[in-house]
């Protein structure tokens, strides 16, 4: 597979799992002009991230035009255990769409 855009770190112990996560993104707003053309630069920003353990939702994330570059989400659940794997995905606004996954050390 692929390398996606996600950077992925995640530590189970003590029954909950702590993740972090960073995206490289370069989460454009769209209200940003071309210093060369003048033109509008077009929106292109990650729209939703989802993350799933056994196909439960654990955490998910609706972002928008105002976060900038390279987001950092960090977060944690109940359960998890090292070596599950977490499914991760992610939605542009644009309507791009991938699926990634992170192993829980």
Known sequence: ??????????????????????????????????????ELIPALFLQNIMVKLA??????????PAIS??????FSFEGGAKGDEMVITWTENSGKTATETAKIK
Do not use: C, W
Not at 26 to 33: A, V
Not at 69 to 74: A, G, R
């Open 1 to 38: 597979m692929a390398k996606g855009i996600l950077k992925v770190k995640a530590k189970a112990a003590g029954g909950k799992t702590k993740v972090k996560m960073m995206a490289k993104h370069i989460m454009e707003s769209g209200q940003r002009k071309d210093k060369k053309t003048g």
């Open 55 to 64: 196909d439960k939702t654990v955490f998910e994330a609706n972002l928008g």
């Open 69 to 74: 570059k390279n987001p950092y989400l960090s």
